[in-house]
């Protein structure tokens, strides 16, 4: 076991970017309520996506021929945690940013490629995941949503759910049974598809949180077809392609920024209503601390990423202690304010926190519960 | 990798070969028993560690604090009992100021002194008091910044002409109370400009706090390593305790405190280097102490009741977490200065100065 975090220094030449994504922020950061903020990257608005698309935000790392900005992982990652900062809504191109973009550069056909890539770029494809089902959740290899051979491609059958915004989205890439599933080969047999969400035969049934809003769905497919051409990767391989991603998926800022917005904000109430006494500065002095280190270490996971490396134990770690930062916050602005027990519309402040309030139970159950984070982390450590 | 090895890690390895084989049980023991252990410092003298911050010009290795943090993280984590990490900070801090090094042990004093108004009959004077001097007791040599009106001065004090008082602390370490009433400096040295303002208000003290840091970090990493290890040797109900997945999570949530608290001692040396020295530790002392906390705290539940036995080794990890934890201040102290510039700032300033801290240039 080692555990490697070596140090990763943002190179001042990525200051100007910085500056650009802070501008185009403040001009159209206006007219967002502190709950919209609140939903941070998980947000869909397709209007703000066009608008970052056309900064040529999306897809950065990728070639100009699919659309791509070919730009570092350092500068999307300064994109990135800009927009974080700002609580901005990232949903509608953030899974094909983040996720599917990178699978099908990775493992896609040069006709997926050309068809999807330069639309996700462009802000016009939404991207959803279909991983979990009713009864795979954590133990997500005992799926059972099947993909059976049929004319010319496929039929799909079966259930998904938690789908963030899959009730929105144009396009799905879903993990799908096309073989294997006995004990001993739980893994095989496994297959990614790429899904037009119009496609006939898929009801989505938005499942309404205990925010009273619907931010994810259940997803039922009968009998839909997918034409052969929509497979991503080999057939059978479908574990390893969706797994692979997973130390980018974990490691990156939207593990620990999830509630940034609501510190400035805290910042400012307390020293308008209380002075910053020393509760108040030890209180803020920590977070801001814990916040800095994760960052670096967010940073120097980033780095072993570009370099082609896959470090999914220090992904997992970032995830962990990130959820277990980004969850503290409802309770700081509790601890350091007494603020009434309502939710103010127009107080920027009162609705970032009574968002996050009922949000931050699911940070730690999305992309990896903390439990399935830390059995990886112990079996990476050489527990058996 | 060999071949990658720059000059930190080759360094690291010598000092964990050394300390791996010479750290034993007995020797932690007469330490603290207030002995200074002469022969393991030879061995640490005669690798040349102690002068590996120290500028060439003084006749040093000159590496760099980032170059250096693997060296001192492995002393940490063979909870080396000697003054290294304090040499290292006075031999840089000495060596950058133009001043001869005492080719001894070194404590340094975290607090900062008063200099006295030096006329040329008079010389240097020097006064003050610390109130917590690890080494002081079995060091001759104690370095502290001293000021007046108008200069800064690194003063090397002789134990003769200060008075010490015998502490106990958790760690059982030597180490004393400090007074220095109108001292006279065995040899002292305007800090230069850049240095001066890099070290800020606060002088020696996040130097302290910085290789505090990276030695804890080192001690958390060992007690992941013991913790793997008996999770895997002792067995409970048939089975080695490392089963059960309230061990195992236990043990992975530890392993997130070493990484992140590497990170931290990482963080503070490269913020040394940077000339943002006071951003480094404060950021790396706060968030080191809950790693600490937490981290002895799962070692010593993973252990049980053998963890808890003055014949196991944890307790010189974790006593030495525990008390390092306090030193140079403690996470809270740092965490409440962190806390009072970002509330002085403004929530608007608060992002800017994450992704753009102003530092300044040692030379």
Known sequence: ?384 | MNDEMNIGELLADQVDKLFSREVTRERLIAVEQGRFDTGLWQNLDDMGICLALAPESAGGVGLTWQEAEPALRIAGSWAAPVPLAETMVAAWAMGHAGMDLPGAPMAVAGEVFQLGENSPDSGVRVSGASAVTPWITVCDHLLVLARNDRESRLCLLHRHDITVEDIETIARLPGGRVDVANAEPLASAVLPNTLSSALGELGLLPLLACVRTVQMAGLIDRLLELCVDYGNTREQFGRPIGRFQAIQHMIADLAGQSAAARVAGLYACRQIDKGAIEQGATVAKARIGPAATRGAEIAHQVFGAIGFTDEHILHYYSRRLWQWRSEAGSEHWWAERLGQQVLARGGSALWPSITDPKPTTVE
């Open chain 1, 1 to 384: 076991m080692t555990i490697t975090f070596n140090p990763l220094e943002l190179p001042d030449s990525l200051s100007s970017l910085r500056r650009e994504v802070r501008d185009f922020l403040n001009e159209v950061d206006r007219d967002w309520s502190g709950w919209k903020v609140g939903h941070s990257w998980t947000g869909f608005d397709r209007d703000f996506t066009r608008a970052v698309a056309e900064r040529g935000w999306i897809g950065m790392t990728w070639p100009r021929r699919y659309g791509g900005g070919e730009r570092s992982h350092l500068e999307r990652f300064v994109v990135v945690e800009e927009m974080l900062a700002a609580g901005a809504p990232l949903g509608a191109h953030w899974f094909g940013d983040r996720q599917s973009g990178p699978l099908l550069l990775r493992l896609g056909t040069e006709q997926q490629r050309e068809r999807f890539l330069p639309a996700i770029a462009r802000g016009e494809a939404s991207f959803c995941i279909g991983l979990s089902e009713p009864n795979a959740g954590s133990d997500l290899a005992s799926l059972k949503a099947r993909a059976t051979p049929a004319d010319g491609g496929w039929r799909l059958n079966g259930a998904k759910i938690w789908t963030t915004n899959g009730h929105l989205c144009d396009f799905m890439i879903g993990l799908f049974r096309t073989g294997g599933g006995e004990d001993k080969a739980r893994h095989q047999g496994l297959s990614q598809f790429l899904i037009d969400m119009q496609s006939s035969g898929i009801n989505v049934r938005p499942i309404r949180d205990l925010t009273g809003e619907a931010h994810f769905n259940e997803i039922f497919f009968d009998d839909v077809f997918v034409p052969a051409d929509m497979l991503v990767g080999q057939e059978g391989d479908g574990w390893r392609q969706a797994t692979s991603e997973l130390a980018f998926e974990r490691s990156q800022p939207d593990r620990f920024m999830s509630c940034f917005p609501v510190l400035p904000e805290l910042i400012d109430e307390i020293r308008a209503v209380r002075g910053d006494d020393r509760l108040a500065r030890r209180e803020i002095g920590h977070t801001v601390a814990d916040l800095i280190i994760l960052r670096e270490m967010s940073l120097s996971v980033l780095g072993e990423l570009a370099e082609g490396q896959a470090p999914a134990q220090e992904a997992a770690l970032v995830k962990d202690l990130g959820n277990t930062h980004e969850q503290t916050y409802p309770n700081l602005v509790n601890g350091l304010l007494d603020a009434p027990a309502t939710i103010d519309t127009g107080n920027r402040l009162s609705e970032l926190q009574g968002i996050l309030t009922q949000t931050v139970p699911s940070f730690s159950l999305r992309g990896g519960t903390r439990e399935i984070l830390r059995g990886i982390i112990a079996k990476g450590l050489g527990l058996k």
